[in-house]
């Protein structure tokens, strides 16, 4: 490195060594190259010298940066009244913004040109379109808060494409997937995933379920979901009563072997813990992936509302019922109707059926 310039090397399969020249650690990108290693010439000190003079010429701008842009979001009211789950989502991105582009003056992220090395960064996350998303979306949010607080005149990240396919609405667990979890998770596990399974609930409104929230025919709470303004209205099936029943006895089973003196009340939570404590969502989500992996399964947690749809199909609630209870449009619901509950319901019908030419 000569300069004070920053170069970087990036390859890509099929494709050759790309070189990166930066005016300087965090600052625009000056030049590119691919094959060999660029020389240090007298064009990229000039266009290094050029791009400092540039920043000296607006220190009010310059003197910000993508990290100080962070801390202010960070404590501003927007941040503050989002969800836990997402502003711990937004934190763990945040961090790895500023690992990467924690130096750069925000007068660099009004030229369109960064874009190039916003998606070079996200591409590090490519085979985990999910992670790439998650990226992108904390970024948006942050430079669109920095251009309505007047700090930029524009959000070169916004409008990018996800990589995530985000419709998994028809796909649902089966019986297989079912026994498969059953055992390869501890039964705290296994007690969330029947609770996804019977209310349609996300991870982090599962975990915070209160038992105060069930009825004698509904679970009516506000959710997590844009900070509790959403009223879920989730009918009890027989397996969600008959569930939650063998949590209370498994409760009481376990303090009634314990000395009295570490004997725990019943969590203000449905689930809980091996130590009968609330789960954070963190933490159900990393023991529930522990167990997936074990069990070979490549399904997720939130492909269980598909599985949820489907029961409530079956149970005889309509496409309109159904989508006001998780949110989904009327069509997604359908799709799940003709794809399987419509479909169990004509297998049932042809075995009672057959069942019945037997006994005649």
């Known amino acids: 490195m000569a300069a004070g310039l920053h170069i970087v090397s990036k390859r890509k399969a099929g494709r050759a060594l790309r070189w990166y020249v930066y005016a300087w650690r965090g600052g625009p990108l000056i030049h590119k190259s691919e094959g060999t290693r660029p020389k240090i010439t007298a064009a990229l000190t000039d266009a290094a010298a050029e791009a400092r003079k540039a920043g000296r010429e607006t220190p009010a701008r310059s003197s910000s940066n993508i990290a100080g842009l962070i801390t202010a979001f960070r404590t501003a009211p927007e941040f503050q009244k989002l969800a836990q789950s997402t502003r711990t989502s937004h934190n763990t991105w945040l961090g790895r913004i500023e690992e990467e582009f924690g130096d750069t003056p925000l007068t660099v992220f009004e030229d369109r040109r960064v874009r190039a090395d916003v998606l070079d960064w996200r591409d590090k996350w490519a085979d985990k379109p999910r992670s790439a998303d998650a990226a992108m979306q904390t970024f948006s949010r942050l430079l669109s808060w920095g251009y309505d607080r007047g700090k930029l005149t524009v959000n070169v990240v916004k409008g990018f494409g996800q990589l995530y396919d985000a419709n ?77 029943a ?78 006001d209870i998780v949110g989904w449009h009327t069509k997604d619901v359908a799709a799940i109707r003709a794809k399987y509950a419509d479909q169990a319901r004509v297998v049932v019908a042809i075995g009672e059926r057959l069942a019945k030419a037997t006994i005649s």
């Open 168 to 244: 998994r609405s028809d796909v649902i667990w089966n019986a297989d997937d079912f026994a498969r979890i059953a055992a390869a998770a501890s039964v705290e596990v296994n007690e969330g995933v029947a609770l996804a399974a019977f209310t349609g609930l996300r991870r982090g409104d599962l975990v915070e379920l209160p038992w105060d929230a069930i009825g004698e025919h509904a679970i009516i709470w506000k959710t997590n979901k844009s900070r509790g303004r959403n009223l879920a209205t989730i009918p009890l099936l027989p397996e969600t009563k008959a569930l939650l």
């Open 246 to 323: 063998r949590i209370v006895e498994r409760h009481a089973a376990d303090m009634a072997g314990r000395p009295e003196a570490k004997r725990r009340p019943l969590p203000a939570t449905v689930l809980a813990n091996s130590r009968w404590q609330p789960w954070t969502a963190t933490g159900f989500g990393s023991r529930f992936d522990d167990a997936k992996k074990a069990a070979g399964i490549t399904k997720h947690l939130h492909d269980l509302r598909g599985t949820f749809v489907t029961r409530c199909c079956i149970a005889g609630l309509n496409d309109r019922e159904i989508s």
